[in-house]
């Protein structure tokens, strides 16, 4: 009996797939309270190591494989994470924009707690700016990016 093997998805897929993802969180509400009677609860908190508790959101489904959850450009606040999970960011250049208009880098304000891994042999599509971090220790750490023209992208993760 012969299997069929599967092809693997365009590497355009992840960044297609991220934007898809952030658009049905966003209709859903981020939660699946929007689908049932339930009423809607409050987001989950996370007590940092100063013992204050952080409001902090879940995170939308994962692009990649073996990763808790992903963020885009589109996202901001404060999202929520355990030790050991780790987190894909995709950050696009806006559509139709001039060559030289992608993000920089996305930076980590504390990798003790939260540390960029490699992204291995991932090519991100033209525009796209990709970033993976591993939480390492609980706390607090903020995802920074800018562009060229002085836009800035910040989340911050809470590691529990």
């Known amino acids: 009996m012969a299997t069929a093997r599967r092809t693997p ?30 009423p809607p609860s409050a987001p989950p908190t996370s007590s940092s190591p100063t013992g204050v508790a952080v409001r902090c959101h879940q995170l939308h489904p994962a692009t990649l494989p073996r990763s808790a959850g992903s963020l885009t450009q589109a996202d901001s606040g404060a999202f929520c994470l355990r030790i050991g999970q780790r987190v894909d960011v995709f950050l696009a250049a806006p559509e139709g924009a001039v060559q ?30 990709p970033g993976l971090f591993v939480a390492r220790s609980p706390g607090a750490s903020t995802l920074t990016s800018t562009r060229p023209d002085g836009t800035s992208w910040r989340v911050t993760l809470v590691v529990s």
């Open 9 to 38: 998805p365009p590497r355009h897929f992840a960044a297609g797939l991220s934007a898809a993802l952030v658009a049905t969180a966003l209709l859903t509400g981020c939660t699946s309270a929007a689908a049932t009677s339930a």
């Open 100 to 129: 030289g208009m992608s993000w920089r880098a996305i930076g980590s304000s504390n990798p003790h707690v939260l540390a960029p891994v490699g992204t291995g042999v991932m090519t991100a599509p033209l525009g796209v700016t």
